[in-house]
């Protein structure tokens, strides 16, 4: 009989675990014995997307122009990281007509409601991922830490460093990348924080965070109804912050892992002093 | 002052902060980040200089044909 750990959680493959999580938020923790967490972060990401979906009426792929739109032009949109209901939506709803319709009344809560999903749903990925790798139950506290600390970065830029003790990192990537962000939004005039007139440069800018999601709730409706002189170089800076945010998201992973798996990393070994003598 | 340094200066900050990043994820420690930062900013600037050559090169050699 096995001992009552093995039985509770069965370890599976991690790339298969994050790859059925993918495909179908929850899966890869399904997969992986963790029943009530999995439907539990299932109820919330297909929750998030339905609402959201409901909202904007499927719409969200008719911000893309014509001439943009074909089979893949939609895989560069946060949504991809909900697989499964990316693929329903591209199915059921696609481009719709080929004629211009008025969006619904709450077509960017919608929006802003599907592309969470997919994010989260990509946070749900590299949890499964990390807890097919836990060799045991007592590991489930520290398991937290990575996925954890990835989300709370995505959130707000430099808030993972500091969970994670790294405050003074966390301070640097905050002021370096939501001051570009901030800097770019100042330069375009606002104009950068639409997704309906920049469809990709969104996408990008999306990886911010909290700081993109609050200053288009705040600015998004902005009229353009002049020549804006930076509008480029503020669209470019905005979507620049949001796909650095990816290296630090990598970065406080990185180092999540390593403390929670005991594996080497620069920062958790400290350097050997130079030794000026051989032990005997 | 005029477009181009505006445009230079932008090009300035967004690069200062790529490479901050570079070197947050290519150097654990904060300290070692910080001292190479410099360094790092030159070889950016410097290897962006030379593929600025390149194009204007190439645009000045092709574009006429």
Known sequence: MPPARERRHRKGDPNLAALLGWILPGAGHIYLGRVGFGLLG???????????????GGMTFEYLDHELRSAFATALSP??????AFVYQMKTYGFGPDFRRPW????????????????????????????ARSQDEDFAPALRRPALAVAFTWL?????????????????????????????????????LSRERHFYYWAGQYLLGAPAIAAELLF???????AIPFAEPG?????????????????????????????????????????????? | MNDLGVHLLLFLVASAVIVLMGAFYSEAADGKAFRA????????????????????VCEHTFAAL
């Not at chain 1, 994010?119 to 990390?130: E, I, K, Q, R």
């Not at chain 1, 998004?220 to 002049?226: A, R, S």
């Not at chain 2, 930062?37 to 204007?56: N, Q, S, T």
């Open chain 1, 156 to 192: 707000v830029p430099g808030l993972g460093h500091v969970y994670q003790g790294r405050r003074l990192r966390g301070a640097s990537v905050f002021v370096a990348l939501v001051g570009l962000f901030v800097l770019g939004t100042w330069l375009a005039e606002a104009s950068n």
């Open chain 1, 220 to 226: 998004g409706d902005t009229p353009v109804d002049h």
């Open chain 2, 37 to 56: 930062f410099p360094r790092r900013l030159l070889v950016f600037l410097a290897g962006c200089a030379v593929l600025v050559a390149v194009v204007l």
């Open chain 1, 42 to 56: 299932f109820l919330i990401v297909e929750g998030a997307f339905y609402l959201g979906l409901h909202l904007n």
């Open chain 1, 235 to 280: 669209l470019v800076f905005g979507c620049i912050a949001g796909l650095l945010n990816v290296l630090a998201m990598i970065d406080v992973f990185a180092f999540g892992e390593a403390e929670s798996f005991g594996l080497p990393h620069k920062t958790l070994c400290p350097e050997p002093e130079p030794q000026a003598e051989t032990a005997t």
């Open chain 1, 79 to 84: 949504e991809a990281g909900n697989l499964g």
């Open chain 1, 104 to 131: 619904p009344e709450y077509m960017e809560l919608g929006v802003l409601l599907t592309s969470l999903s997919g994010v989260a749903n990509m946070l749900l990925a590299v949890h499964a991922h990390l807890a």
